[in-house]
């Protein structure tokens, strides 16, 4: 069931009681730790949780160093032009048009920090860039202004709204976790290749969680795709990152990431039917415990 992508807020969050079914499906998750939350003031990226996001955190680094060697290349040079070649420390300025070997300098070391640059850039793009084969394929859509989810190979499907102030403690949520915490958040196994397939039904979305280092635009009518591995269990947040309308700032994203027998307890709580796609490639029922039920 989707709500009609032009809907009011009020709309929504009264739709947003059809899907109760997936919000008491994640009650039954254990207790997890924030992980991905932004800082107040903070300078930083986020800690990364996924080797994408090591290659981005890694290369903004460097490129940083770079940046700063280079500018304090240029400050030195106009420090020094400034004193010695002033016009009362240099009253007869030489009159020569064309410097060869200093052409050549300021044109071949540009080129070669771009070469630089570019053996550790193109690598982490294609590493982003070429899907996995997915262990988990989930499509999420973007309206104004939430999240559509759906795990393709089980059949469920549920929206996510922003929580506000007063609903954050009934969802386990801090106050700090208000703009970023939704009702009901992506599940994902941990230590597993997620493929999201990432679309929009309105307008230009982007579906960006930083503590994985990825960011894909949902373009109607196209499906883009990113994936991730996250390592470590915990919750993470991200928020749209294209502007999408007058409320933008209020279609967050939460994922939740567990075991692989939480992942497994969550999907049959919502009901996944298993016959035709397994869970997670290479699970095999447990028969001793069907026979028992």
Known sequence: MT????????????????FAGAAAAEEALPPL???????????????????????????????????????????????????????????????FTHNTPLEIAWTVVP????????????????????MPEAEVTIKTTGLQWYWDYEYVDHGIEFSSFMLERDELADYGYEPEHYLLATDTAMVVPVGRDIVVQVTAADVLHAWTVPAFGVKQDGVPGRLAE???????EGVYFGQCSELCGIN??????TVKVVSEEEYIAWLERQGADFAQHPPLPGWEPDVELAATE
């Open 248 to 253: 933008h700032a209020y279609m967050p994203i």
């Open 33 to 95: 730790p924030f992980r991905g939350v932004p800082e107040p003031g903070g300078l930083n990226m986020q800690t990364p949780v996924t080797a994408l996001a090591r290659e981005v955190v890694f290369l903004d680094t460097m490129l940083n160093w770079i940046l700063a060697a280079i500018t304090l290349l240029v400050v030195a040079l106009l420090i020094w032009v400034i004193l010695f070649h002033n016009r009362k420390a240099n009253p007869e300025p030489a009159r």
């Open 3 to 18: 709500i009609h992508k032009y809907a009011s807020r009020a709309v929504a969050a009264g739709a947003a009681t059809l």
């Open 226 to 232: 990113l994936w991730f591995n996250a390592e470590e």
């Open 111 to 130: 080129a070669l920090i771009l070469v630089f640059i570019g053996i550790f850039t193109f690598p982490a793009l294609r590493h982003q860039q070429v």
